[in-house]
Each structure stands twice: as structure tokens, then as C-alpha cells.
T-cell receptor, first 113, second 114 residues
Framework: DAKTTQPPSMDCAEGRAANLPCNHS???????VYWYRQIHSQGPQYIIH???NNETNEMASLIITEDRKSSTLILPHATLRDTAVYYC??????????????FGTGTKLQVIP | EAGVAQSPRYKIIEKRQSVAFWCNPI?????LYWYQQILGQGPKLLIQ????????DSQLPKDRFSAERLKGVDSTLKIQPAKLEDSAVYLC????????????FGPGTRLTVT
């Protein structure tokens, strides 16, 4: 499984953009980059995923470098409710076409008033 | 749409006792996952079901953990006998299918083994 590297923690001022980096230098050509977040005492929540192109949805934007060895999750206007642990995951394929998601330790984002 | 339901939310047991957790996935979701999350770590996949068949249980400690999904809907995870190191949050998740992009997680069951 491709491994990911994330900073253990980051701070962001409320209302500013939060840029969360992730390195995945061993990613394979058909593996997707996923982002989940986990707010305290809740289960993880899907945010966004991408393969090669940049992606945007109502929650965030995902920027993937051309060589696909790193990516950045952008929360454009962070709020206090965005305080959470953010997991960058490379989704690997198993035999039979099944997908496997392996969580690392993530980045703890603290949004500061 | 109702989310993934889990019960109980909290459980305290003594070591060597048995415990069972229950999960009801989102209606129509064929794939069900059980994760273990130890404090300060990310969730670790224990077992993955596709309908009522096991897809991956490579990280399930089979000497003490068991799981079933008899009718392809609800699932139970059992620990017998429990050890101190089993103290963790046990998360259930479901997805439309094994290749689906998004997993939906339940709130988890926090287990404390004393």
C-alpha cells in the first residue's frame, strides 16, 4: 500500500484558507487520493477524492501535483467547526477489484478564533 | 437518509470477559467495514464484508475476534476473551459497493477493558 506523510498538527485562523499537505511519493498510477476528516468523538467523514486532476466540491478543493507525489487539501474559509483530524489516504486495489482504505495518523487542524 | 447505526455507544468490561457490538448499515449498502481506532491513531480495518461474504479479514485477530453478517445487512463484532489492549473505539462503516468512493461511518462504540 502506498504510504502517506502528513504533518501531525496545524493551526489556521478562522475565515482564512486552510492548506493541508500530504506526501504520497509511492502512489501508483491507478490509485486515488482520498481525504477524510474526523471531528472529536465522531466517525470519519468523507471530504473529497481525486486521481490526477484537481477537484472541488462544496466542502473543499483538492490539488494534486502533476507527478502525483503530493497533494493539498484546501478549506477555503475555515470555521471553528472545521477543527478536526484530517486523513490523507491512498486507496489501493485488492484482488477481485475490491478497494482498501488505510488510515494514517492524520493532521490535527485547530481553527483559531 | 438514516446513517450507520451502532450500539452500544459505550461499554466497560473486565479483561477475559466477552463483548459484542452491533452495526446496522445504510439501507442498500452492500459493503460493510469494521475498524478499530486506538486513542491517538487512525482507524485500522479489521474486516470487510461484501454482502454476507468476507472480502478482507487480514488484520482481524482471529483467536479472539469474530464477526458475522448473516443476511447481508446487520453485522456483529465479538471479542472473546477481551484483553486490556482491546480498549478502543470500534467503528462500523458502509458503502454502496466495494468500489464505491465514499464510506459512511457510524458514531462508534467506545470499549474500555479494565
Amino acid at each position: 500500500d502506498a504510504k502517506t506523510t502528513q504533518p501531525p498538527s496545524m493551526d489556521c485562523a478562522e475565515g482564512r484558507a486552510a492548506n493541508l499537505p500530504c506526501n504520497h511519493s509511492t502512489i501508483s498510477g491507478n490509485e486515488y487520493v482520498y481525504w477524510y476528516r474526523q471531528i472529536h468523538s465522531q466517525g470519519p467523514q468523507y471530504i473529497i477524492h481525486g486521481l490526477k486532476n484537481n477537484e472541488t466540491n462544496e466542502m473543499a478543493s483538492l490539488i494534486i501535483t502533476e507527478d502525483r507525489k503530493s497533494s493539498t487539501l484546501i478549506l477555503p474559509h475555515a470555521t471553528l467547526r472545521d477543527t478536526a483530524v484530517y486523513y490523507c489516504i491512498v486507496r489501493s486495489a485488492m484482488a477481485g477489484g475490491y478497494q482498501k482504505v488505510t488510515f494514517g495518523t492524520g493532521t490535527k487542524l485547530q481553527v483559531i478564533p | 437518509e438514516a446513517g450507520v447505526a451502532q450500539s452500544p455507544r459505550y461499554k466497560i468490561i473486565e479483561k477475559r470477559q466477552s463483548v459484542a457490538f452491533w452495526c446496522n448499515p445504510i439501507s442498500g449498502h452492500a459493503t460493510l467495514y469494521w475498524y478499530q481506532q486506538i486513542l491517538g491513531q487512525g482507524p485500522k480495518l479489521l474486516i470487510q464484508f461484501q454482502n454476507n461474504g468476507v472480502v478482507d479479514d487480514s488484520q482481524l485477530p482471529k483467536d479472539r475476534f469474530s464477526a458475522e453478517r448473516l443476511k447481508g445487512v446487520d453485522s456483529t463484532l465479538k471479542i472473546q476473551p477481551a484483553k486490556l489492549e482491546d480498549s478502543a473505539v470500534y467503528l462500523c462503516a458502509s458503502s454502496l459497493g466495494a468500489g464505491a468512493y465514499e464510506q459512511y461511518f457510524g458514531p462508534g462504540t467506545r470499549l474500555t477493558v479494565t
